[in-house]
């Protein structure tokens, strides 16, 4: 079982390793938390080489040294490589710095959850790895949801009101906004 944390990641330095579009897609993410991502890949896909036109992420073409986990906080192996897993491991642990192997199960400290966004909204659903599809079909889902009746609005909207509010009065006056929501679940597994 795992503990669901919001890791505030801003100017930490995170690496992911690999040169896939999943590598990418992960780099993305920590790049939009405002950490400082550098990727390592020795054959970096057009995704990649995008993110670090962009400004968004250093790219390095070239292979992991143990050198990189210098000052690092969290470390993403992207690509399957078990022969770098095997090596990367328990040199975190031995330097405490957090690890995720994506979709290779052994030595990860964390791994990771879909998130759905709206606005000041995030929800994160989490399958404990065993069922990523569902976990992204959920976020998905929520999306779409969140969207369809504005979610990201009514959270502006009582973020404003939390802000003009007496603190006595707060939990009283957003209980009472937000006591009447309600969501609707249905679950077609026909296919």
């Known amino acids: 079982m795992s503990f669901i944390v919001a ?3 801003a100017g930490k330095r995170c690496l992911v390793l690999g040169s896939s579009p999943e590598a990418a897609r992960r780099a993305g993410d920590l790049a939009h938390a405002d950490a400082s991502v550098t990727v390592v890949a020795p054959e970096p ?3 990649l080489e995008r993110l670090a036109a962009s400004g968004r992420i250093a790219l390095e073409r ?5 050198g990189d986990l210098d000052d690092t906080w969290l470390v993403v192996l992207a690509d399957r490589d ?3 897993l095997s090596e990367l491991g328990p040199r975190c ?3 405490r710095v957090l690890l995720c192997a994506v979709d290779q199960p052994g030595h990860n400290g964390f791994h990771h959850v879909a998130v759905a966004r709206a606005g000041a909204v995030s929800v994160a659903v989490s399958t404990d790895g065993q069922v990523p599809a569902l976990a992204k ?22 973020a ?12 009283r006056v957003l209980g009472d906004a937000v006591a009447r929501l309600r969501l609707r679940v249905e679950i077609d597994d026909a296919g």
Request: proline content about 6%.
């Open 45 to 47: 896909c057009p995704e």
């Open 7 to 9: 890791l505030m990641l």
């Open 160 to 171: 404003e009101v939390r802000a003009a509010t007496d603190p006595e009065l707060r939990s």
């Open 137 to 158: 079909r959920l976020r998905d889902e929520l999306e779409r949801a969140f969207a369809a009746v504005d979610v990201a609005g009514f959270a502006r909207r009582l």
């Open 62 to 66: 070239r292979a992991f040294d143990d």
């Open 93 to 95: 642990t031995l330097r």
């Open 82 to 84: 078990p022969a770098l």
